[in-house]
């Protein structure tokens, strides 16, 4: 279920994710002032310094009474800018902490402390479940074809398993939603909230690059690549950005270190997408795209509502 201090705060059920190298404070004030969750990763500043600027200035934009808006970043111990970036999201108490590859008990403690939720990002079951132990506030099932550290399961089996589990914890569906219909499709099917990345990519809040942008207008799901060989964990990555077989000896020396992520030639040059990109075709404003996302939601809505079931037939006696 939604969180009950989401009551009547948000105008439809979506978080725009977290990207990097695409989400700055535009692209979450904006989404917050369109009424749906605006969030980023700690990692699009290079600095804790630079992640305290932007925790400032979304504070300051947003309001303490508007939408809850996130940030993210890895709980895990390779991550060497943790403690910093941990003590700023307490400091400033951010709304919701979208969490990913690791998570402890401590953190979500220190996160309810202040009142704040923790989103866990998860791939297979078993993360989910170590994360509900760690009483995280809502688990993102990242289904097959999401942007970015993808996974692989099919959102309708990954759901049903989940939400047997999840008791009144948030469930939050991830991967290929690029409009208003998927968004009901998946609160239909059993999610609280859509996670929505690749669509956001092309607003003109975005930060991506123009090179991004365009190759978003270009792509189709044929397009979309799932690998581990760019950074050591499964991510859908554009076949036109992938190199050759240089940077799979590269990985195959070392183990994988979150740090790295950081290292620009891997998300600078080889870019991410998700399987929804077939479905994108201009770069809107991101007001301008929450409205069509509306209008889609409350067509589908009408559309379940249309559909002609078959009278039921009386029970043969
Ligand atoms: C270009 C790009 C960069 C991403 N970077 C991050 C990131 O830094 N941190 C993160 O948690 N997720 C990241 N993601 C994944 C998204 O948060 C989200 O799971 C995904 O976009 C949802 O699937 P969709 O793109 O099909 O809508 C990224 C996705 C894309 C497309």
């Known amino acids: 279920m939604l969180p009950t201090s989401f009551e009547g705060r948000l105008r439809l059920p979506i978080l725009v994710s977290p990207m990097f190298l695409v989400s700055g404070p535009n692209l979450v004030v904006e989404s917050c002032k369109a009424g749906v969750i605006g969030s980023f990763p700690a990692f699009n500043q290079r600095t804790s310094d630079g992640y305290e600027q932007w925790l400032k200035d979304v504070r300051a934009r947003v309001g303490d009474n508007g939408v809850p808006w996130a940030t993210q970043y890895p709980v895990h111990r390779t991550n060497d800018r943790l403690q910093a970036d941990f003590a700023l ?7 919701i902490l979208i969490s990913t590859i690791g998570i402890t008990r401590e953190v979500t403690d220190a ?7 923790v989103f866990h990002d ?6 989910a479940k170590k994360a509900l132990e760690a009483n995280v506030d809502g688990i993102i099932a990242v289904s097959g074809g999401a942007g970015g550290h993808s996974g692989t399961y099919n959102p309708f089996a990954f759901l049903g398993e989940l939400k047997p589990i999840m008791g009144d ?20 099917a059993g999610a609280d909230l859509a996670y929505v990345g690749t669509r956001f990519v092309n607003t003109v809040e975005s930060i991506a690059s123009e090179k991004l942008k365009r190759l978003v207008l270009e792509s189709d799901i044929t397009d979309v690549v799932y690998t581990d060989q ?18 799979r000896e590269d990985l195959a020396k070392g183990g994988f270190n979150i740090s790295e992520i950081l290292e620009p030639k891997r998300w600078v040059d080889i870019l991410s997408a998700g399987q929804g990109v ?16 509306e209008r889609g939601y409350h067509r589908a809505v009408a559309r379940l509502g249309a559909v002609p079931l078959m009278p039921r037939v009386a029970a043969a006696s």
Do not use: W
């Open 89 to 95: 999201t307490i400091k400033y108490q951010v709304p």
């Open 111 to 117: 996160v309810h402390a202040y009142g704040g939720l």
């Open 122 to 127: 998860a791939i297979n079951v078993r993360h």
């Open 169 to 188: 914890k948030t469930l939050i569906l991830a991967g290929c939603m690029s409009d208003g219909q998927a968004v009901a499709g998946a609160i239909a």
């Open 230 to 247: 760019v950074d050591g964990i499964g991510s859908s990555f554009l076949r036109q950005t992938l190199p050759g077989d240089d940077f």
């Open 278 to 293: 077939g479905a994108i075709d201009d770069i809107p404003t991101t007001a301008e795209l929450v409205d069509r996302f």
